[in-house]
């Protein structure tokens, strides 16, 4: 029989802090690998990693991310709001460790770009940079942002203006095979994962269910 630990919420809010953000961040699961690139108002380019970039619709095509309380290393967040546009760049298991460390917090004259050796990529004159070694990027504009007053965070959410994918990725029905191009996942706050596709089904219906 397995043997499973609890934890209470009051268990959770006395553990040590680092535990405890090590242990939260890692029990929502697999989470997306993105760059979000701006730029600041002085026109240097920007590049930080999130973990949290959520599907938010189709129709219109919107995504979300969230940003975490606002202070002096918020530059993404000061850059969309001023800037109104950014990018949304998927991280592959051939430039993880350079994605990671955009992390680090550089003053706002230093781009990560140069720091962490990515390349700053300019397409069709969109007013936020790309990242070169992405297969799969979105160029986003900011649309809303609603505030979560549990914890200060912000989700902010943007309408997707342009998609680049490797065509190689893109499967018959639409769908994006992201084996294709070694996307990576996030757990916790500093480990990354292979993805790996091991099963497709069939849209569900209640009157046409499998023999389970």
């Given at each position: 029989m397995k043997k499973l630990k609890h934890f209470s919420s009051s268990d959770i809010k006395n553990l040590e802090r680092f535990y405890r953000a090590n242990l939260i961040n890692s029990i929502s699961g697999y989470k997306p690998a993105n760059l979000i690139g701006t730029y600041s108002e002085k026109g240097i380019a920007n590049l930080a990693l999130f973990s949290s970039v959520v599907h938010?619709?189709?129709?219109?095509?919107?995504?979300?991310?969230?940003?975490?309380?606002?202070?002096?290393f918020s530059h993404t967040y000061k850059n969309i709001k001023k800037n109104q546009y950014y990018t949304i760049n998927h991280v592959h298991e051939n430039f993880?460790?350079?994605?990671?460390?955009?992390?680090?917090?550089?003053?706002?004259?230093?781009s990560e770009f140069e720091m962490c050796k990515l390349t700053e990529e300019n397409?069709?004159?969109?007013?936020?940079?790309?990242v070169k070694e992405?297969?799969?990027?979105?160029?986003?504009?900011?649309?809303?942002?609603?505030?979560?007053?549990?914890?200060?965070?912000?989700?902010?959410?943007?309408k997707i203006e342009h998609l680049f994918i490797h065509e190689d990725a893109i499967v018959e029905d639409g769908s994006v095979n992201?084996?294709?191009v070694n996307d990576?996942?996030?757990s916790g706050l500093d480990t990354y994962h292979r993805v790996k596709?091991?099963?497709?089904?069939?849209y569900a219906k209640p009157n046409d269910l499998p023999d389970l």
């Open positions: 938010l619709g189709a129709n219109p095509a919107l995504l979300g991310y969230i940003q975490r309380p606002v202070g002096e993880i460790e350079k994605a990671h460390f955009t992390s680090a917090k550089f003053d706002e004259d230093t397409l069709l004159e969109f007013k936020a940079p790309f992405s297969d799969i990027k979105i160029g986003m504009k900011f649309v809303q942002e609603v505030p979560i007053s549990l914890n200060n965070t912000i989700l902010i959410i943007g992201l084996n294709c990576v996942s996030i596709q091991f099963g497709k089904f069939s």
